[in-house]
T-cell receptor
Framework: NAGVTQTPKFRVLKTGQSMTLLCAQD?????MYWYRQDPGMGLRLIHY???????AKGEVPDGYNVSRLKKQNFLLGLESAAPSQTSVYFC???????????????FGAGSRLTVL | GQNIDQPTEMTATEGAIVQINCTYQ??????LFWYQQHAGEAPTFLSY??LDGLEEKGRFSSFLSRSKGYSYLLLKELQMKDSASYLC??????????WGAGTKLIIKP
């Protein structure tokens, strides 16, 4: 009963380096999301996907790219990391986007990224 | 603009009752969520309100007043494990989730 799994949990990067965060879900959910969480701010949506092979921009997409080649996986890439991308990143999934008490987000445990 | 306001931090005593408020100004309203997030962990779903009134789930209750743009989460018989951040999120007219910054709840023995 893994739910949503994120790797890695922690990473330190130097400015300009690239990296990929991996998210995997085993609930057969159609929708997947990448959020970032910063102190004093609400969760902000970076990118999301409404199904295999599709991606869309969220509220703060600049500096990030995503891919969803398989339904269960959603990758978040940073091509050239910047200190402003220091954050905790959460992946989430849901069966659909018509929100109600039965359709809720299931989050991964988070990936803490520091960019020096 | 869209705005969700929650107190930054609250302190309460084990065994007591605490009310965490959330006020919102959003473009439309299609529901409100409360999530719990323990330090260093994932947010987990607590409650969903779309109609006015009180929804009760064991020790936790959530209230909504759409006319006032206001919700609260009521936690009864507080336990040490309730120490966590509580996130309020509103579903706007485009079915986008708008998140508050969260309320850190500290429980003291």
């Amino acid at each position: 009963n893994a739910g949503v799994t994120q790797t890695p949990k922690f990473r330190v990067l130097k400015t300009g380096q690239s990296m990929t965060l991996l998210c995997a879900q085993d609930m057969n959910h159609e929708y997947m999301y990448w959020y970032r969480q910063d102190p004093g701010m609400g969760l902000r949506l970076i990118h999301y996907s409404v199904g295999e092979g599709t991606t869309a921009k969220g509220e703060v997409p600049d500096g990030y790219n995503v891919s969803r080649l398989k339904k269960q996986n959603f990758l978040l890439g940073l091509e050239s990391a910047a200190p402003s991308q220091t954050s905790v990143y959460f992946c989430a999934s849901s069966p659909r986007t018509h929100w109600d008490g039965a359709n809720v987000l299931t989050f991964g445990a988070g990936s803490r990224l520091t960019v020096l | 603009g869209q705005n969700i306001d929650q107190p930054t931090e609250m302190t309460a005593t084990e065994g007591a009752i605490v009310q965490i408020n959330c006020t919102y100004q959003t473009s439309g309203f299609n529901g409100l969520f409360w999530y719990q997030q323990h330090a260093g962990e994932a947010p987990t779903f607590l409650s969903y309100n779309v109609l006015d009134g009180l929804e009760e789930k064991g020790r936790f209750s959530s209230f909504l007043s759409r006319s006032k743009g206001y919700s609260y989460l009521l936690l009864k018989e507080l336990q040490m494990k309730d120490s966590a951040s509580y996130l309020c999120a509103v579903v706007d007219s485009n079915y986008q989730l708008i998140w508050g910054a969260g309320t850190k709840l500290i429980i003291k023995p």
